[in-house]
Structures are given as structure tokens and as C-alpha cells.
């Protein structure tokens, strides 16, 4: 089978496609044929040996992806060859044309979800959920501010936010980006890089300010996050590429709190209720995966160096 393989930790240009064996299930894994694997920002910086959790060399990244059950190991009981399933983790990596994953990282993809976008689910939307409704404690009719709206996090952000009845500000740095913000759900949807930003945001909130504020990039924003947040406001980190410095008495003024998420530190019982949540809303259909891109496996290069650059509109996914 092909898969993408990295010998050596470094730039985009170390993602190699190479023929390698197929895998097969053991005792409470499947095998899956990968149909989409998504691409994250977490690959890149492991692809650059510069996270904080470092795969033994050589190996495949991806733990995203959607495609149907190949074939079953033992004790799996509750899935079989065919079924339709998006991913949370693989045993072998997503970026291939077939993947060994642990039976219990496999989920039920409902048929009106493509497989690409199932591809576009796990991190995504797990990390939205974490970060709005397990870790900001969000409620119906607060004010959510999501900087930078129109990314796959951001996307998915918007749509738990509304379909949680609460009052959603979504940012996006391109028109395009803003319309696709207001299309998932925003009631606003702003350009972060405005001058006046910040007094856009107060005017909408009456003065009030983001009650949460789910933050992509803190080392640009969240000096700036905490002087409009509300009184007891939160801002949560999802995404940081650098230092920042902030100024704690804006913070203290308003007994606001910083928070951040990483998924691997999701216990089991939390991250299963994350998927009940993710279940239920493509059920009910108030989740719908953006897919932005859809790129061949052997243009791994390409949507590494994409899914790093501003602009982000939806998700990118590699196509086996």
C-alpha cells in the first residue's frame, strides 16, 4: 500500500510517499481503507520535531481520517467489514491507504457525512467542544468570540456555539472567510486586523465584552483578548506559535481566567462525551464539517505548507 513516510524530523519536504506493507488487525483493532485524512497544525509541528510528543522514527503522521472497515480484529464486536467510520486516533497513521486503529478511536460516520468531511471531525470539532462547553463552561446567550472563525477549529467552534443558543462573533482575516463565519452560524463576523477591532466588538456586546473567547493565535492576540473581555469573562488557548506578554491587572479587574486545551490530556469519559456530542450533532445535522481543500496523498508537501498559512478557510484533506 502507499503511505506517507518521514524518516527524519524537518521541513514540509521529509513527508515521502513510499510503498509499505499493509498492517493488519490484532486483538481489539481494525483495519481501515482511508478515503480522506485530515491535516492539522499538531502534524506539522510533530513532522518538525519541535512538539512536545515525538513519534519513534520513521513513521506516518495523521490521527484524523474517515473510510470504511476493512476487517476486524478479535474482540471487536461492535464493528464490521463496511462499516462507514470517521477517526480520533490510528495506530499507523492517517496519511495512508490503509490504517490500523484501536477499535474504540473508531466512530459511526452517518451516511450524508463525506468522507472528507468526517476526515475534518476529530481534532476539529473534540477541540471546540473541549474548549467552549468542558473547559469555558459555556452557556445559551453568553457572547463567544472565536478569532479565527473560518478554520477548521473555528468552524466548529461556531456551529456548537450556535446550536447552543449562545451570541457568536466570529473573525476571519478574507471576505471569503467572513461569509463562510456567517454562513455556520455567527450572528457577526468581523475582520480581526480592523483598526478599530476592539470597539467594533464593544459596540455589538453593548459594552459588555466576550463572556469566552476562543483563541487560534495567542501570542498575537491575548494581550488584546483580555482588555475587551467581560467580567468573568475566560479566554481559552487552543492555538500559540510564540511567546506573548500580557498585562495581569487587565485580567484582575475583571476576575477573568485563562485557560487552554491540548487533547491528549482529555480523560476517556470526557472524550467519549465529546463524540456523544459530536454523534448528536451530525445527527440533528447542526454540525456540518467544512471541507476547504481536498488534496492527492502524494501532495502531503503542499498541504503542510498550506495548513500553516493565515487565511485559513475550512479544512484540508489528503485524498489516498
Request: proline share 6%.
Amino acid at each position: 500500500m502507499k503511505a506517507i513516510v518521514v524518516h527524519e524530523f524537518g521541513a514540509p519536504e521529509v513527508l515521502k510517499l513510499e510503498n509499505v506493507p499493509q498492517p493488519h488487525p490484532g486483538p481489539g483493532q481494525i483495519l481501515v481503507r482511508i478515503r480522506a485524512a485530515g491535516v492539522n497544525p499538531a502534524d506539522t509541528y510533530m513532522r518538525s520535531g519541535n512538539y512536545a510528543r515525538k513519534p519513534a522514527l520513521p513513521y506516518t503522521p495523521g490521527n484524523d481520517g474517515a473510510g470504511v472497515v476493512e476487517s476486524v480484529g478479535a474482540n471487536v464486536t461492535h464493528l464490521k467489514a463496511g462499516d462507514r467510520v470517521y477517526l480520533s486516533g490510528s495506530v499507523t497513521g492517517t496519511y495512508a491507504e490503509y490504517a490500523l486503529v484501536a477499535a474504540s478511536d473508531a466512530h459511526a460516520l452517518p451516511e450524508r457525512i463525506s468522507f472528507a468531511q468526517g476526515a475534518a471531525l476529530h481534532i476539529p470539532y473534540a477541540t471546540a467542544y473541549r474548549a467552549l462547553f468542558q473547559v469555558g463552561k459555556a452557556k445559551a446567550n453568553e457572547w463567544v468570540l472565536v478569532h479565527g472563525a473560518s478554520g477548521g477549529v473555528g468552524t466548529a467552534a461556531v456551529q456548537f456555539a450556535h446550536a447552543a443558543g449562545m451570541r457568536v462573533i466570529g473573525t476571519a482575516g478574507t471576505d471569503r472567510g467572513r461569509e463562510l463565519v456567517a454562513r455556520e452560524g455567527a450572528d457577526h463576523a468581523l475582520d480581526h486586523k480592523a483598526a478599530d477591532f476592539a470597539a467594533q466588538i464593544s459596540k455589538l456586546t453593548e459594552g459588555h465584552g466576550p463572556d469566552i473567547i476562543i483563541e487560534m493565535l495567542a501570542n498575537v492576540n491575548l494581550g488584546n483578548d483580555l482588555k475587551m473581555l467581560a467580567a468573568r469573562g475566560r479566554v481559552v488557548i487552543v492555538g500559540s506559535r510564540g511567546d506573548v506578554q500580557i498585562t495581569p491587572r487587565d485580567l484582575m479587574q475583571r476576575e477573568g481566567a485563562i485557560y487552554a486545551v491540548m487533547l491528549w490530556n482529555v480523560p476517556a469519559e470526557e472524550m467519549a462525551q465529546i463524540h456523544a456530542a459530536i454523534h448528536a450533532g451530525l445527527t440533528n445535522e447542526s454540525l456540518n464539517p467544512v471541507v476547504g481543500k481536498e488534496l492527492p496523498l502524494d501532495d502531503a508537501v503542499t498541504a503542510h505548507e498550506e495548513v500553516m498559512q493565515p487565511g485559513a478557510f475550512g479544512k484540508i484533506v489528503l485524498i489516498p
